[in-house]
């Protein structure tokens, strides 16, 4: 079988799990009943035998088109042969106790020849279940805990350890499959109708609604992320998910191949900016209400990520039967750099606690006091080393955006301070994040360079860099920024997208080699925005909607050679990003128009404060910045 590309499949999902559909009809990632749990099909890395379910016209060059159903994640394929038309609907209804994933075989026109392959895989594709075929029509497979039913009043047949079927849909037919899940020692999981599945589905993502989204000439490609953003949500808890998927690697045949089914601090203030502007408020506080829940405790002991209700132990192993999307080998289930500290999270934490309260959050009442204990600790180890955002595993190092972002938990958290005008140390926050902003500008500025760099002491540059004007750190037309801006685009831009380091330096312990990160190219447009560069912004920006697959979906990243996108599928990140930079672009031609900064209206930015008083008299005088505070 040849492995489709990444970019060939598109998600479905109940806001509880999700599935990737292939444009060939297969089913080849499937997960139950939760995102992060073992996966029932694993065909996407490894093969068919790894377990799939394919529902595709005998005709193997039918042409296909697909569509996702009035911004949902409702998919609809069209295969075309030549002996007629037959559409497949793919979809979950809502999660109601035990998922039900529904796929619709709708004909259009004409006589279409259909097969079915079902291969049942626990555990990630190594446990072969016990299938038994039920009185009413259809399967029972059964594993150890583990029981899934598929009822369909087609005949199914068993055939060297797969369950297979052929029939035929005529114009105006519609068959049914329906596949449950539940514990096996509990009755099967209840058949359901299908045809009301649907109705449900599609009221469900009507309902929602996408919070009624504005974004100009780019509100469908908006509301098109904010749906994926809503399908990666784990509405028990109000956790969103990196991505839905494991291993599908940064480079093809490498081993930068990592568990993204977990919720990751570093997306927090991004997250919860792209949901509130969009008007998703309900889903903003729920993801603000899981951050608080997740961190509860000792502050010595906040992780960088967590499962989906807060779980921490997230240990990693290798998965040796699976070979790897492409060969791309370890496959890993779990993800090491749970354990790593890293100091942005704290910048991270507080940005978002600030951010929830200026777009009209109520303020949490554990906020206050988990802020205090919070700044107690990075107190004691912001002169620390770190492993930085991008969780490298080459050491420790005096990361400049990880010091930038402990600038930033004290900025934000003086400013809940006087916004809410409650008591705290405030003066001492002062001394510390002024300390840190004259160690940064002393220590991460390289004057030969004329830019920022990675590292102290180093001269590598990090695409995170761009993040300093818009955490507000410094104006964005501050030398110092626009030189790190410049000196990113000569170093780190190719094809005009933007890599988040030079791998050749040896920074994270791997081997060199990786795909331009979408994110990252997002915040350049965003620097374009605030610099004035908004014709640059609007064609970049274009540029990077083109990247994204025929149903809108983007991954983590993409590889400008061999123009395919790469790493974990979709990946939340790239699609906040989206959202923000879409808004970014519609608000007044963009931030550089002073009145939407002072009104506040810079949607999807992150506020800007003044720098404080210390490093404005030691640095050059800051110039008006858009989306700074009046």
């Not at 492995?3 to 499937?30: F, M, P």
């Not at 595709?56 to 996702?68: G, I, L, Q």
């Not at 919070?374 to 955006?401: C, S, Y």
């Not at 695409?463 to 685009?489: C, K, Q, S």
Request: net charge negative.
């Amino acid at each position: 079988m040849t492995q489709l590309r990444i970019e060939d499949y598109a998600l479905i999902g109940d806001c509880g799990t999700a599935a990737l559909v292939g444009r060939n009809g297969s089913i080849d990632w499937l997960c139950l009943p939760r995102f992060d749990s073992p996966a029932c099909f694993a065909a996407l890395l490894g093969d068919p035998e790894h377990g799939r379910w394919l529902i595709a016209p005998v005709d193997v060059n039918a042409r296909v088109e697909r569509r996702y159903i009035d911004a949902s994640l409702v998919l609809a394929t069209t295969f075309e042969t030549a002996e007629g038309a037959v559409e497949l609907i793919d979809f979950f209804r809502p999660r109601h106790g035990s998922p039900n994933l529904v796929r619709l075989v709708r004909g259009l026109r004409g006589h279409v020849g259909m097969r079915v392959e079902i291969i049942l895989r626990f555990e990630y594709g190594s446990v072969v279940p016990w299938v038994e075929r039920l009185a009413e029509g259809g399967i029972s497979a059964i594993a150890g805990p583990e029981r899934v039913v598929l009822r369909t009043p087609v005949p199914l047949v068993g055939q060297d350890l797969k369950t297979i079927a052929e029939f035929e849909i005529a114009a105006g037919q519609t068959i049914a499959f329906v596949l449950g899940y539940g514990a096996s020692h509990q009755p099967p999981p209840r058949p359901i109708d299908a045809e009301r599945a649907l109705e449900l589905a599609l009221a469900f993502w009507r309902q929602w609604g996408n919070g009624g989204v504005s974004a100009g000439p780019w509100t469908d490609s908006v509301k098109e992320s904010l749906a994926v953003l809503k399908g990666l949500t784990y509405a028990p808890t109000g956790g969103i998910v990196a991505a839905p998927t494991t291993s599908l690697p940064e480079q093809l045949g490498g081993p930068r191949n990592w568990d993204y089914r977990y919720c990751w601090l570093r997306d927090a203030t991004f997250t919860l900016l792209a949901l509130m502007h969009a008007g998703c408020t309900g889903e903003a506080r729920s993801w603000r209400d899981w951050l608080l829940r997740a961190i509860a405790g000792s502050p010595e002991q906040i992780q960088i990520m967590y499962a989906l209700g807060g779980e921490r132990r997230l240990t990693e192993w290798e998965v040796p039967w699976l070979p790897g999307y492409e060969g791309s080998r370890p496959v890993r289930i779990g993800n090491a750099a749970s354990t790593q500290t890293q100091l942005d999270i704290y910048g991270e934490i507080l940005d978002a606690f600030y951010q929830a309260i200026l777009h009209g959050l109520s303020a949490a009442e554990r906020a206050a006091p988990i802020i205090e204990v919070v700044l107690d600790h990075l107190t004691k180890i912001w002169e620390d080393p770190d492993e930085g955002i991008w969780e490298v595993r080459g050491g420790p190092q005096h990361f400049t955006h990880s010091k930038v972002m402990a600038w930033v938990a004290f900025d934000r958290a003086i400013k809940i301070a006087e916004r809410l005008d409650r008591g705290a140390d405030v003066a001492s926050w002062r001394r510390i994040r002024d300390k840190i902003h004259a160690d940064v500008c002393a220590k991460a500025f390289d004057p030969d360079l004329g830019s920022f760099v990675q590292a102290y002491g180093s001269k590598s540059l990090d695409a995170a860099l761009l993040l300093l004007p818009l955490v507000g750190f410094l104006p964005p037309t501050d030398p110092r920024i626009t030189g790190t801006v410049n000196a990113i685009e000569r170093r780190l831009v190719f094809d005009g997208l933007v890599f988040r380091y030079d791998t050749g330096d040896g920074v994270d312990g791997l081997p060199p080699g990786e795909g331009a990160f979408l994110a990252c190219t997002f915040w350049l447009v965003d620097n374009y925005i605030l610099q004035g560069r908004v014709r640059e912004a609007r064609e970049l920006f274009e540029r990077l909607l083109a990247l994204r697959n025929d149903v809108g979906l983007l991954a983590e990243e993409y590889d400008p050679w061999n123009k395919r996108q790469l790493g974990n599928f979709p990946q939340a990140f790239s699609h906040v990003a989206l959202v923000n930079t879409a808004l970014n672009l519609t608000s007044s031609q963009g931030p550089a128009d002073q009145r939407a900064a002072r009104n506040n209206r810079h949607r999807g930015q992150r506020h800007m404060p003044e720098p404080p008083p210390s490093a404005a008299a030691a640095e050059p005088p800051p110039t008006a910045g858009p989306g700074r505070e009046p």
